[in-house]
């Protein structure tokens, strides 16, 4: 069975940078690339950015590029987006998703 549990997010400042992950469970990590999208209320779900299965091409919303980083540790099975310079507009869940699964999310809010 597929399991997403991402973690890390939280209240911050504009300008300020969190990192989140996503630990993977009930399938072959390194067989699969993964994305992080988003959802703030109410809007659409909106992708943010993938990274292949190796981790050595990443793809980025052009809303994010630039202040966003994705990684992945396939040792650890773990998924990571790291928000720098983040902005009031950045508030919103964030989920880890492979496919049509995703995890319960994680919220970030950014606020002064």
């Known amino acids: 069975e597929v399991q997403l549990v991402e973690s890390g997010g939280g209240l911050v400042q504009p300008g300020g940078s969190l990192r989140l992950s996503c630990a993977a469970y009930g399938f072959t990590f390194t067989a699969y690339s993964l994305q992080w999208v988003r959802q703030a209320p109410g809007k659409e779900l909106e992708w943010v950015s993938t990274?292949?299965?190796?981790?050595?091409?990443?793809t980025y919303a052009d809303s994010v590029k630039g202040r966003f980083t994705i990684s992945r540790d396939n040792a650890k099975n773990t998924l990571y987006l790291q928000l720098n310079s983040l902005k009031i507009e950045d508030t919103a869940m964030y989920y880890c998703r492979l496919g049509p699964y995703r995890g319960q999310g994680t919220q970030v809010t950014v606020s002064a």
């Open positions: 990274i292949s299965r190796d981790g050595a091409s990443t």
